[in-house]
Structures are given as structure tokens and as C-alpha cells.
């Protein structure tokens, strides 16, 4: 048997390295469009994000670079001049940043310090904005109205929540077409999100429990987690395809299991009070998949370390839906669901 020429084998050995990237790409980021990297002869990478090539410095981590990325997008003047305010009335995400600066910055003033033990709820709440955005650039659906959402103070919390679910999308295949928000003569979802391998499309609407974070401690109406006026709400605007509504409960951190978590039950109950009122009987049309999460960190601050953020799939309405055979009736969803919970955690690196 002959042996392979050298250039065959190199070519090989470069087919096999861009499949094992690719696949380590998938497993770390899902189905979003890889980043494309290359370094240069003195070490510094570059890197794409969104239509856009950024530099990495060395010895910076791939955090750093995310960092970096949002304050740019969001507006380093804008980053400024909320650093130039009293502590108490800088927007909560410079307060985030501010921490995480305290914590990663080395004395050359780069991003190389991370240690993952010393993760406080502010760290990974900046860094999971941050991820997030990256993750939008990169399906080309980071929108300046969402931009700017993110930077008003009383519509953070709602812009940080779209902003998850959109990514949460694009990380599980999804194309995302943002409904037009200034368009008020009818009311409508967030989204329409269409799964690239299969073309099926679905409406989505994304909602989040406002709370006063510091009463949830002792009010124990701040911790209820009754979502029927929110699930009512969003099944009164008229959707072209099956609907799937993100909502999140907002409350203060569980450590332990998922179906422990304290606000699961009445979660679950206010969903079944809601499918058992009369306006819903009989009417397919107003059914709905319905998924919770609970991201704790804004409870954590920069003293606490964080707590698992908790996700569960359920639906709305749906008698016929056969659960023993979800997988085969339901296939997209089931992967939907399945990309969230693999997905939740922010990756360490690139690849």
C-alpha cells in the first residue's frame, strides 16, 4: 500500500482540526455562527463579533473580550458619565462592571485575572449580559432599541430579559425577526423566531415578575410566584404561529434542585387555575409552551457567590398533547428546551 503524499496529509490534518473547532464551537456556544480567530506574529488575536473584527489582547481572557464588547456597543461616553455619578445612582450594570473590574483588571489594565471561585453575583450578572449581546451580534440581531433599553434604568430588567431569551434562541438554531415596538395599532409579541434546520416558526413573547428586590425578604407577597396575569396577558395578543412564552419568576436564588425550588409549586398551580377558567376551554388557538427560568444574580450582589438559575419547561392548554410521545409530536421544542439547559451557564472560553 502506497503511502499518502505530504500535502494530502497536512490537508487531512487541517480538515480534522477545523472539525474538532467546529465541534467544540457547538458544544461550548450551540448554533450560533462561530467567531472567526486568527493571532498574530507578537500574540494579540483577533476575533469577529457581529460584522465586526475586535482585538484580544494577550494574556487577556476571552471574558475580557465580551467586557470589552459591551461597554463599546453600549457606549463608552455613556459608561462615563455613569461612572462620573454618585455611587448610589450609577446604573446597576456600571455598578456590575465597576466589580468586575475590581476583581479581573491587572495592573496593565487587562482582563487576566479570573478566578472562578471568586465569582460574585455581579461578576456573572455583567458577564452574562455581555455573553448574551455577544451571542445577538453574532445572529446579527443586536438592535439599537435594545440598546438603548438596556441603558434607560426603568427598562433594564425587561430589555436584560429579552435579551436572554433572543440569544437563548439563536444559541438553540433559531433566526430572529423583531416585531416592530413602535407599532401601535395592534398589539404584538417580541419576536417570530424561525428554526434554521427545520423553517418551523414560532411567536414568542418574553415576560419577567417585577419585584422590589428589597422587600422579597420580608414580604412574602414579593416571593409569590402567581404568573396567571402574565400568561393571560400575552395570550391576548394575536399570534400567526404556536406561541412560546419565556417567563421569569425574578426571586431570590435556590441552591438546591430544580424541582425543590421553593416557587415551583405555585408556579405550577397558577398555570393550572389559569387553563381551568371558562374564557379558555375549547379554544386551541389560546395555548401556549410555556418557559420559566429564575435568574437570581441581581439578588446576589457583590458580596454572595452565586446560586444555580433554575429552567423549566411546561405548557398551556394543550389536552391533547401527548407527553409520552412530546419528543416525536414536538421535536423543535423538545431541542429548544434541551439548548437552554445545556446552555445556561456562561462558557470558560472560546473553544
Request: some cysteine.
Amino acid at each position: 500500500m502506497s503511502q499518502l503524499k505530504p500535502q494530502f496529509v497536512s490537508k487531512i490534518r487541517e480538515v480534522r482540526a477545523q472539525v474538532a473547532r467546529q465541534t467544540a464551537w457547538s458544544r461550548n456556544h450551540g448554533e450560533i455562527t462561530p467567531s472567526l480567530q486568527t493571532t498574530l506574529s507578537d500574540g494579540t488575536r483577533l476575533a469577529s463579533a457581529g460584522n465586526s473584527l475586535w482585538k484580544i489582547d494577550p494574556d487577556e481572557t476571552w471574558h475580557g473580550f465580551i467586557y470589552d464588547l459591551l461597554r463599546t456597543k453600549l457606549g463608552v461616553e455613556w459608561f462615563d458619565a455613569e461612572l462620573a455619578r454618585p455611587e448610589a445612582e450609577r446604573h446597576i450594570l456600571v455598578r456590575w462592571y465597576e466589580d468586575i473590574c475590581h476583581r479581573e483588571l491587572d495592573e496593565r489594565q487587562r482582563f487576566s485575572r479570573w478566578v472562578p471561585a471568586e465569582d460574585t453575583g455581579a461578576t456573572l450578572a455583567y458577564r452574562s449580559v455581555a455573553y448574551d449581546a455577544f451571542c445577538l451580534m453574532q445572529a446579527m440581531s443586536l438592535t439599537p432599541k435594545l440598546l438603548a433599553r438596556l441603558r434607560h434604568r426603568d427598562q433594564f430588567e425587561g430589555a436584560r430579559y429579552e435579551l436572554w431569551v433572543a440569544a437563548a434562541l439563536a444559541r438553540a438554531g433559531f433566526s430572529l425577526e423583531l416585531l416592530d415596538e413602535d407599532d401601535r395599532s395592534s398589539r404584538h409579541g417580541e419576536l417570530v423566531a424561525t428554526h434554521q434546520r427545520t423553517s418551523a416558526k414560532f411567536w414568542i413573547e418574553a415576560k419577567r415578575r417585577t419585584r422590589k428586590v428589597d422587600q422579597v425578604a420580608n414580604d412574602a407577597a414579593q416571593r409569590r410566584a402567581d404568573v396567571q396575569g402574565l400568561v393571560a396577558d400575552a395570550l391576548r395578543k394575536p399570534a400567526d404561529h404556536p406561541r412560546i412564552i419565556f417567563i421569569d419568576v425574578n426571586l431570590p436564588p435556590w441552591a438546591g434542585g430544580m424541582t425543590e425550588a421553593p416557587w415551583l409549586h405555585q408556579f405550577r398551580s397558577s398555570i393550572n387555575k389559569l387553563e381551568l377558567q371558562p374564557a379558555y376551554r375549547d379554544r386551541d388557538d389560546l395555548s401556549a409552551f410555556i418557559m420559566a427560568t429564575n435568574h437570581p444574580y441581581h439578588y446576589t450582589s457583590v458580596i454572595r457567590p452565586d446560586a444555580r438559575q433554575h429552567f423549566i419547561g411546561t405548557h398551556f392548554n394543550m389536552p391533547k398533547l401527548d407527553l409520552d410521545t412530546l419528543e416525536q409530536s414536538q421535536p423543535v421544542v423538545m431541542e429548544l428546551m434541551r439548548s437552554i439547559t445545556r446552555h445556561f451557564a456562561i462558557p470558560d472560553q472560546f473553544l
